[in-house]
Structures are given as structure tokens and as C-alpha cells.
């Protein structure tokens, strides 16, 4: 199968590649999806049978900051993408996120939950989402939370170096998803395109958690159970981007499929055992 990977060079993008090393990657370097004519130029030349669609800003207080970069990038560069694939006949994998709901119902939600972006990332990828599903029939919509990768820029890097740092933590216990390992998420997208079973899906390791639980865990198995970290609310932290409080998702159809991600404790051990040991 000829894939094509945009935003090769993020987490996800690199954990998808180096399973996937025949596939044509692409990096923000090498093209902005904003660009509806490179895009169009590329993918079809390129001519792959799947796209995955990774790239997008993922940054959420800077999307909080500037709304219309985030659509521009995570909606209309989306857009983009959706018509080169629909161009070339090609099917369209596009990565979504938890915060397309607004984390307000208290349990967990399915695939099929009518969405409620708290905020302009949100927002952001759920127009993408739309645009997907509008333009491109034969589409994967996947969306994951918290995805902690090797050599990332993720929470678990902030909290372990802030902590190697000496620096005072403070995090937040009531904010709860579901970590996800890059690796584990990968297999999984992976796997999923391999079964042409189009539609949405969550994606996640198994298991929810507080940030303030998952800053401990992480302390935990990076040796460091005795460095504090005090527990704070959302309201206390002052930070442009407001995350859903409760944003747990199912993971309902892809296990239908037989494609399901290991718990985050398992995960998140998996990881520190290959970043101390390299195993
Ligand atoms: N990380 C998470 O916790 C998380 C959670 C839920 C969903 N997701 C979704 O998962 C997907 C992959 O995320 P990730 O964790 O791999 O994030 P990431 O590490 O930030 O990777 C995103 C990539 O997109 C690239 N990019 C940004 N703007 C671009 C543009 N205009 N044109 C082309 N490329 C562009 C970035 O390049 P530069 O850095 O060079 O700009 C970066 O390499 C995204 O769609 C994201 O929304 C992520």
C-alpha cells in the first residue's frame, strides 16, 4: 500500500514512519498544507492509496491566541489535503483530538458523541473533521489525547525536565483523558488502514487519568517518587487555551476491529524503559 504521511516529523508523523519506512513522508519543511496547490501538486504526483494526516498546529495556547492561524492550518490546510485525496481517489486518515468535546458530561465519550469544542484548537480540528467527512468518502477519522512520544514536545517532556531542573511543579487534577503512547497510537492507525473500514474512531491507551496522577506516574517511573508536586485547579492556572475537564474517550469501534492500545501504565513504562534503557 503507497501511504503518504504529512507532518512527518511530529510525534505521531515519526512513530508512523519508522513502521512504515517505505512511505512518502512529508515534514512542514518540505510542505505547508496552507499551500492548496503544493499540496495538490504533491500528493499527486506522489500518488498514494492512503494519506495520514498528521500535520496541524498542535499547539493549544497559541491556538487560543490566534484562532485564525488554527483554522487556517488545522481546517483549511485540512481542507487542502481532503481535495488532493479526493482528486486522486486516494482514502484520507486524519488525526482528531479529545478537545473536540467540551469535557462538561462527566463520562466517557463515544465515537458517535455529538462534538462541543471548548476552544479554538478544538474548533479547529472539528472543522477539519468536516471537512473530511464532507469531501473525502473514503476517510478514517482518528482522534487520540495526550500523546507522549520519543524526542517529543509533549507533558511528560515538560514535567521530567522541569523536575531534573529543580523547579516547583504545580498541575492540575481536574483535567482527565487518556494518555497515549506515539508508538502504541501508531500500530494502531496502522492497523486500522489496513482494514478499509472508513469511519471514526477513538484511539487511545486504555485507562483515564488526572494531568496532576500522570505528572506522579511519571515522576514515579523516572525514579523520582519523592519530588513534589502540588495539586492545583484548572481556575488557578492561568493559561490561554481551556482544556475540556473531562475528556476520557471509548474506544469502542476500533476494538470491534480487534485493534486495541495497551493501558497508559503499561505504556507509560514501555516508554521510560526505552528513553533510560533504549529497549
Ligand atoms: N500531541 C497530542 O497530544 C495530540 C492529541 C490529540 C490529537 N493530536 C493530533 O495528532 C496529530 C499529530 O500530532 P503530533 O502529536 O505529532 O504533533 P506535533 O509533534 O506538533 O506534529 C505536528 C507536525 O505538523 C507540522 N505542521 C505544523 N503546521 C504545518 C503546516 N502548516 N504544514 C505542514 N506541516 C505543519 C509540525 O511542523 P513544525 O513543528 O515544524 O511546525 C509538526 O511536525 C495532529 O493532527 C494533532 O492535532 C495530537
Redesign the pocket.
Known amino acids: 500500500m503507497r501511504v503518504l504521511i ?2 512527518a ?5 515519526r512513530a508512523l514512519m519508522a513502521r512504515l519506512p517505505e512511505a512518502h513522508g512529508v ?3 518540505q ?4 499551500d492548496g496547490q503544493a499540496v495538490a501538486q504533491h500528493i499527486g504526483a506522489a500518488a498514494p492509496q492512503v494519506v495520514i494526516h ?5 499547539d493549544v495556547d497559541r491556538c487560543a491566541q490566534q484562532p485564525s492561524e488554527a483554522l487556517r ?1 488545522n481546517a483549511f ?1 485540512t481542507q487542502n489535503v481532503a481535495l488532493a485525496c479526493q482528486r486522486i481517489g486516494a482514502a484520507l486518515c486524519y ?4 478537545e473536540v468535546f467540551d469535557g462538561e458530561r462527566g463520562t466517557p465519550y463515544g465515537e458517535y458523541d455529538p462534538p462541543q469544542p471548548a476552544n479554538p484548537y478544538g474548533y479547529s ?1 472539528y472543522v477539519g473533521e468536516q471537512i473530511v467527512r464532507q469531501l473525502v468518502p473514503k476517510h478514517y477519522i482518528v482522534r ?4 507522549f ?1 520519543h524526542n ?3 507533558f511528560l517532556q515538560r514535567i521530567v525536565s522541569l523536575a531534573r531542573e529543580g523547579k516547583p511543579l504545580s498541575v492540575v487534577t481536574d483535567e482527565v483523558a487518556c494518555p497515549t503512547y ?1 508508538e502504541d497510537l501508531a500500530e494502531g492507525i496502522l492497523a486500522l488502514i489496513a482494514t478499509e473500514r472508513y469511519g471514526t474512531y477513538h484511539l487511545t491507551n486504555q485507562g483515564a487519568v488526572s494531568r496532576y496522577a500522570f505528572a506522579r506516574a511519571i515522576l514515579d517511573a523516572y525514579g523520582m517518587p519523592e519530588y513534589p508536586i502540588t495539586p492545583i485547579v484548572k481556575a488557578q492556572f492561568n493559561r490561554p487555551s481551556r482544556p475540556p475537564t473531562y475528556s476520557a474517550l471509548q474506544n469502542n469501534f476500533a476494538a470491534l476491529l480487534g485493534i486495541a492500545l495497551r493501558d497508559w501504565r503499561a505504556a507509560l513504562d514501555a516508554f521510560v524503559a526505552r528513553e533510560i534503557q533504549g529497549v
Open positions: 504529512t507532518g516529523s511530529g510525534g505521531v508523523g515534514a512542514h519543511s510542505l505547508d498544507v496552507t498528521c500535520a496541524a498546529l498542535t492550518v490546510g488525526i482528531s483530538t479529545n480540528k487520540t489525547s495526550w500523546v512520544a517529543g514536545r509533549n506515539a
